[in-house]
């Protein structure tokens, strides 16, 4: 054995010393594998494509990962879980990427977590906000920078406490993302705000909603303060009926995603006014880096950042500051460079705690204001993800690893 | 629940009620005359939101008011008319001779196209279109506010329905498309000019998709899910109204509004399903839906298998190729064998449905009901149970037949589309349960950690045994097919009453029919899940459904091996095409369509045919 380990010893210093001069040249590139759902979700999808490859522009225009380039493949998923997995194989097996990051929808997120612990092979979520990707699903390979639902549930939640509001209606999209969301605020609700109870629920199927009925069974039930979680076609609809019946007069509203302007914009001049909204108000932004990143975005794309696309680029990025201190993008070497490891991203320093696999990525907390023919969000702060994260012992209780 | 809220709720019922039936309207009067299941509709009704989401804005921008607004919804409604002569033009005329069923193979491969070409024209953004003018202020009715625009969707049902009806009694072309969807060969021999009469017809099925789609433009925002999510509705509608029937057509979508208004006070997470619902109670007491009547005695469904003496060619051409399958892990590496293995799943799951609507005659739209079940059982019992592999495979099967023996039980008593709709219906209603029951079957999110036993879990190992189980299922549906139970059943498909009269009983052979095949689809359906360590209701879809048809269309529904060239094809293109673009359903789409006018029976019956005439 010893005999073995000292040729190979020997070996690798000789390879050392002769290859590297040109070695140095002809580095392989860092292969990284993408995929996300293109065809179906292009307006969210589409400006995070933009974002990530602003990043790996930029690192390449630098020199690139430890000395090599860093190559994204990238890769359409097909929006079913079936055809995820089978593509993630194919990036692993064919392209023989270090490691994945992407996807759009939450049951997807969910199966590519499962993936990657069968695989052992680190996947990064970029959009599924489901808890259960890093919480009951989670798993050593997996990891989220954005905000879970849980941690921006309870950064609205704070607002509803602040409103007074008592009598709370849900409506939200009836699949994995929208149920998780509704439990977390009918739990985070009845913890913290004394006397609050839900007098009605709606969850009319993704994209199908019938609007009018809706608004009206939820008027019938006179709550004073109402948490969306419709996006897309199902809020513009919902706003639009909402708006004609008066339903949103004299309301609390909370609404999560609502203030990111892939949801924003749709809606044009008829953003519901007063909606309190986790959001991006990327055009009131000062902080020089962050303001950097804007710029060469807008300068690159001739088009205004969305919240996807500034995920995009700090997935990226911190990949990128991560296989340099990893010193590799080896699996195992990623994972422990990653865990509990200090960011400092655009958005400022950025944590990824251990225990979970989730990152302390905050969200833009503010109200919906109308500004000439478009929306955009007024009285915002920046909460950071820290305080709202779940806690180590749920973590701990929840968590099969 | 004071008065006021019920007429508000049922008035917003009857505005759903309005617009919903404008556009299924044109799917049923399609249907009656060409007998074509157009999935395109959707995709027109969608063409027709962008359409004016796009257009009405600048002309409003031209002159503000009523008048240009409306001519707008005209307009538009107009040119998705235009659009749909140019389907008929192109596409279906060429196909009209084909076995039934295959225009739909072709519509399909209009969806995806359409799906793409939205994006790349429209842009990837949702459209909001602008607001009725003059009709934007709400009303006040019994204190509560009520949209105006509304009320005026809900006159603009009946206003349809009466132009329709106009169109239908008092106009040559109306007399001719009635007596189409009567009798279509009487049509054609009384030399009424036939492609004059499909042209009208996908004209003014395609206007009214377009004026429902345009109507939609101050509620809805266009948006790129629009066409799947309104098709299925409007199935549901023309099957429920009886297939043709303009006026069943209506009352259909009156209930399904009602339904839908009230029924989210009740169970708030119902609308998933409680359209499907109402469809399998309509079917099981009336089979023909409302107002539809039996289709014509020697039905026009009869394609499929034909008798044909067995080749020993045949038989060593399948062991060669057995053969070969089997060698394939010594020269692949492991992507290609996932690939190889899904495609002998579907290669199965299509040849189950080749036993219902190849030999049986019996079209089934929701065939992923059993595969689903089959995976679901498998997952349920490494869930639960905590079962291995080996336990659970044949727990799926069992699931999968009693499954099939249930809805069979329900869906024997009928006959053509209205069988196929209902066998569409209890695939959603299945649906609808993996998804809702979040406690069992762990909802959208499904079962994951479903993996294979470890002397099975190397790619290798798993291939050869998805190679095994398919293969020997295959053989088995290919016995079943050539002995005196398949012979009974396709006796059956040619003609009903004479099989009655030879004293076989039908309905049972075709309830043991649906079993076999649902057991199959099972195998098929927990093979796939141990495959990729995961269910979910995905698997349970309309989508799942689609791809068995399509692959079973594609390879050809007259002969044996085509579903599982079919499935090879079919299975391949996706997986090629995906990962070079992301216009992969516009290629898919376009390679569909090509395959359908270059293979008008089907890969295999085609090539079939090519061989025998030059014989």
Known sequence: ???????????????????????????????????????????????????????????????????????????????????????????????????????????????????????????????????AVTMAQGNRYTFRIRPNNFMQVGMLVEQAKASGAKRWAIVAPNYEYGQSAAQVFKRLIQERVPGAEIVAEQYPALGKIEAGPTVSAIEQAKPDGIFNVLFGPDLTQFVREGNTRGLFEKKSILSLLTGEPEWLLPLKDEVPEGWTVTGYPWDQITEPKHKAFIDAYRAKFNDTPRLGSLLGYMVVTMIRDTIERAGSAETDAFIKAMQDAKFDTVIGPVTMRGSDHQASMGAWVGKLALKGATGGMADWTYKDGTPFMHSEAEVKAVRKD | MDLSFLIIQSLSGLASASSLFITACGLTLVFGVTRIVNFAHGSLYMIGAYTAATLLPRLLELSYGPVSFWTGILITALIVGAIGVLIEVLLLRRIYGAPELFQLLATFGVVLVVQDLVVQVFGPQDILGPRAPGLRAPVEIL????????????????????????????????????????????????????????????????????????????????????????????????????????????????????????????????????????????????????????????????????????????????????????????????????????????????????????VGGLVSFGHAAFFGLGAYGAALGVKWLDAPMEAALPLGILFAAAGAALIGAFVVRLSGIYLAMMTLAAAQILYAVAFQWVDVTGGDNGIVGVWPSTWASPRNAYYILTLILCATAVFILKRAIDAPFGYALRAARDSEPRAEAIGLNVRRHRWLAFMLSGAAAGLAGGIYAFSRGSVDPSLLGISTSVDALAMLLLGGIQTIAGPLVGAGVLHTLRDQIMPLTGLWRLFLGVSIIAMVLLFPRGLVGTIRHWREERA
């Open chain 1, 1 to 131: 054995m010893a005999k073995v380990s000292m040729a190979r010893w020997f070996a690798l210093g000789l390879a050392l010393a002769l290859g590297a001069p040109t070695a140095q040249a002809q580095q392989p590139p860092i292969k990284i594998g993408e995929l996300n759902s293109y065809a179906k979700w292009a307006a969210f999808t589409v400006p995070y494509r933009n974002g990530w490859q602003l990043a790996q522009d930029e690192i390449n225009a630098k020199g690139g990962v430890l000395g090599r380039k860093l190559e994204i493949i990238s890769r359409e998923d097909g929006s079913t879980t079936g055809d995820t997995t089978r593509v993630a194989e194919e990036l692993v097996t064919r392209e023989g990427v270090s490691l994945l990051f992407g996807s759009f929808l939450s049951n997807v997120g969910v199966a590519m977590a499962d993936f990657a612990n069968q695989k052992k092979i680190v996947y990064i979520a970029a959009e599924p906000l489901t808890d």
């Open chain 2, 143 to 358: 204190g509560r506010r009520f949209p105006s625009y509304e009320l005026a969707l809900i006159a603009a049902g009946p206003i349809v329905l009466g132009f329709v009806w106009l169109l239908l009694r008092k106009t040559r072309f109306g007399i001719l498309v009635r007596a189409a969807t009567q009798d279509r060969d009487m049509v054609a021999s009384l030399g009424v000019n036939q492609a004059l009469l499909f042209t009208g017809t996908l004209f003014l099925g395609a206007f009214l998709a377009g004026l429902g789609g345009a109507l939609q433009t101050p509620r809805v925002s266009a948006n790129t899910g629009m066409d799947l999510s309104i098709i299925a509705e409007c199935f549901v509608v023309t099957v429920v109204g009886g297939m043709g029937s303009v006026p069943g057509a209506f009352l259909a979508a009156l209930i399904i509004g009602q339904l839908q208004a009230f029924g989210i006070l009740i169970f708030p997470k119902s609308t998933l399903v409680v359209v499907f619902l109402l469809m399998a109670f309509v079917l099981a007491v009336r089979p023909y839906g409302f107002f539809g009547r039996p289709e014509i005695v020697g039905g026009t469904h009869a394609v499929g298998i034909v008798s044909r003496t067995p080749r020993a060619s045949g038989t060593v051409a399948a062991l060669i190729v057995l053969a070969l399958l089997a060698c394939l892990p010594l020269v692949s590496d492991a992507y290609l064998l996932k690939v190889a293995t899904e495609i002998l799943i579907f290669a199965l799951f299509a040849f189950s449905l080749q036993l219902l609507i190849g």
